[in-house]
């Protein structure tokens, strides 16, 4: 028995069968004119109602009602311009690698964005790319793309801050077992090099006849538990006309920065009291507590050595007279925060620009994303759920 061949009907049919029917004294009597099933003729009146002039687009085109076109054609261009930046920022990274990269790059992805697209934004030949994809690439080969792709990746992710002992980590922790040597050969053969560090100046002032304190920490910046020393600093970053400054104050057992604060002035105001209200609504203070700062007048002031000592469990502590690598952990946060943020602008930014670039870099990264060596090489989140 012979099947019965399906019967596809044109677009402009369906329009005009529907327009017909409104004619007709019933559906059946246009069903029969038509040689149609009345059910179908009724479905096909139903999408009319509803999309209009859209109703019937053809084969594998969507029905849009002709009132919201506009709206879908702009969700298109937005969705397209998406894909091409994903694209870009995703695929640009293995450019300077050569073309091996870029088309393990377009293999890997295939299933995520065309083919054609890719080859188009990233510059190579689509043909070029298929004709490589056929090629037989030795396991060895393959071993050695794999993990190099890794590498750029991570040198990547890590905004070129991260050298071989760090992506070494960072891979081991994902699966990949290799050693330091291995990927700093890997990394010097695609000339990828972690951004050097750039020197800045301090802004404290320990001239002064105010409270001072010994240096009770003295050095001593491992810690076994959550609340027993916080240190404290404060830096200067410049923006578009001003300059702004930037307190501090890191708990010393995992590094995190409980508190902070970004003002325009040096008051005690404008910097260690803010922070410290941070850091207290952030972070409880437990049995005993040590605060550890510079000499500087801000933590010097009566009105914060007053705040310290309203809380009979906080012992402070100070560097000694010219000795800042008694605050060393504090200072290395800003060459951090320096190298990796700051210097790397290519203009200054505005106040609100620069306020939203460090709440960023603080709570998003250093606090929940990059990896510390002093926490055998965690992030934060990480190493508080293995103590």
């Avoid at 990059?370 to 989140?381: G, P, Q, T, V, Y």
Wanted: aromatic content about 12%; proline content about 2%; some cysteine.
């Amino acid at each position: 028995m012979l099947r019965k061949q399906r019967i596809i009907y044109s677009p402009l049919f369906k329009e005009q069968a529907v327009h017909l029917s409104y004619k007709r004294a019933t559906l059946k009597e246009l069903a029969i004119e038509l040689e149609i099933n009345p059910a179908r003729l009724t479905e096909w009146r139903q999408i009319y109602q509803q999309f209009g002039k859209g109703s019937f687009p053809g084969t594998g085109k969507k029905r849009i009602n002709p009132d919201k076109k506009e709206i879908f054609e702009l969700e298109q261009k937005l969705k397209e311009s998406e894909q091409k930046f994903d694209i870009l920022i995703n695929g640009s990274k293995y450019l300077s690698m050569g073309k091996s990269f870029v088309f393990s790059f377009i293999s890997e992805n295939e299933k995520i964005y065309p083919i054609n697209k890719m080859c188009q934004i990233l510059g190579v030949s689509e043909s070029t790319f298929r004709v490589w994809k056929k090629q037989v690439i030795s396991e060895s080969q393959k071993r050695i793309l794999l993990l190099r792709t890794k590498i750029i990746s991570i040198y990547y992710e890590f905004n070129k801050q991260y050298g071989s002992v760090k992506i070494t980590r960072e891979l081991n922790n994902r699966g990949t077992k290799i050693s330091i040597a291995q990927v700093a050969f890997h990394m010097k053969e695609m000339g990828l090099y972690r951004k050097l560090k750039r020197r800045f100046k301090v802004t404290t002032d320990s001239k002064h006849n105010l409270f001072t304190s010994p240096n009770v920490l003295n050095r001593n910046f491992s810690v076994n538990a959550p609340s027993k020393v916080w240190v404290s600093d404060i830096t200067y970053i410049q923006i578009d006309k001003r300059f702004m400054y930037l307190t501090i104050i890191m708990d010393l057992y995992d590094r995190k920065i409980i508190g902070w604060n970004l003002g325009t002035s040096l008051s005690v105001k404008s910097t260690v009291l803010p922070a410290w209200e941070m850091a207290i609504s952030n972070r409880e203070i437990k049995d005993f507590l040590i605060f550890h700062s510079d000499r500087g007048v801000q933590y010097a002031s009566r009105a914060f050595v007053h705040k310290l000592d309203s809380y009979q469990c906080v012992t402070r502590s100070m560097n000694r007279k010219g000795n800042h690598l008694d605050n060393a952990v504090a200072e290395s946060f800003f060459n951090t925060l320096k190298r990796e943020l700051i210097h790397r602008q290519t203009k200054f930014l505005s106040k609100k620009e620069m306020r939203e670039k460090i709440f960023d870099f603080i709570e998003n990264w250093y606090n929940k994303k990059r990896i510390h060596s002093a926490l055998n090489f965690k992030n934060i989140e990480e190493f508080n759920q293995d103590n």
